[in-house]
């Protein structure tokens, strides 16, 4: 009969249900595979391209700024700094209310504003001092007092939180001074005012990484980098628009006289306002597809490609004891973080 199947055609279809079952199973396999890959592939895009707009928009916003306050002769970087925190206070609250890139955090108690408070005040007065002694200083010599950082941020853990590190990680920290000792009495274009600004920017990016760390410690305080900008962006406008009124009078009306005679320059004070915020933004999706120590790794990489870069634009003299100081200052920061990470 048609409808009962023989010994043989059992053992057939058998045969044939058993291949269609392993033929779906190897399809599955090669689809997750498939999706797997693809996966893989826009993560490694993503993490590229963070890495890649991190490294421009923070090598951008240097050159730029070096540019507008030196070499174009916009001589107000305390308005020039606010400008920044005017793109930061609008796009930061752009990526989190309307693109969602990440939820919004709340300001939970006066105690926590008041800590932000503290955090914005000192993170002023670092972004403030850096723009001034690049009117001073040719970028690779703030680079390489910039290196220093982690010198002075082991010194403000110590006073503010008696941490101690072994006595190896801070042997390591003598080259890092040292070179830019080196580096100061080779720098032909070295200038009092400006190294003082530039050690106070570099102090105030350290005393803010600790202070971050000692106030926003407990979990119902802490805040990603995205929401922190959010909230710091606007008290420091609060606090730079006296600063601005006082150190800087009539820069607004000089700003729109210079704009008016070139036109350029209300471009570059929004480009420059812009980048200011994409190095904050790129921070943040670097340390989120990376990790804070790649961060490290690539700001330690960053300094040396911004020297290149910097005195290939700007073309400002450089002695090769200069340039060994640096190189030296550098190997001291990276075998820093080589020490800390073993002597954890």
Known sequence: ??????????????????????DKDSENQLLKQS??????????????????????????VLLLNKYLLSNYGFKYPIFLTMCH?????????????????????TIRSWIQFLKITALSVVFCMSVVS?????????????????ATTPFFTAVFAYLMTFRRETWITYATLVPVVLGVVIATGGEPSFQLYGFIMCLTATAGRALKSVLQGILLSSEGEQLNSMNLLLYMAPIAIFVLLPATVFMEPNVLS????????????MFYLFMDAFIAFCVNLTN??????????????????????????????????????????????????????????RFR
């Not at 850096?130 to 010599?141: A, C, E, K, Q, Y």
């Not at 450089?318 to 100081?325: D, K, P």
């Open 1 to 22: 009969m048609a409808g009962i199947l023989s010994p043989v055609n059992e053992k057939s279809y058998g045969t044939a249900v058993s291949i269609l079952i392993t």
């Open 35 to 60: 999706l797997g890959s693809s996966v893989n592939s826009s993560n490694r895009l993503r993490t590229l391209s963070s890495i890649g707009g991190w490294y421009c928009s923070n090598i951008g």
């Open 85 to 105: 925190m005017m793109a930061c206070a609008l796009l930061s609250y752009v990526a989190i209310a309307w693109i969602k890139l990440v939820p919004m955090q």
């Open 130 to 146: 850096g723009n001034i002694s690049l009117r001073f200083l040719p970028v690779s010599f703030t680079q390489a007092i910039g």
């Open 254 to 265: 000089i700003t729109i006289a210079l704009a008016r005679e070139d036109p350029k320059m």
């Open 284 to 341: 943040f999706l670097v340390t989120k597809h990376t990790s804070a120590l790649t961060l490290q790794v690539l700001g330690n990489a960053k300094g040396a490609v911004a020297v290149v870069v910097s005195i290939l634009i700007f073309r400002n003299p450089v002695s090769v004891t200069g340039m060994l100081g640096y190189t030296l200052t550098v190997f001291g920061v990276i075998i820093y973080g080589e020490a800390k990470k």
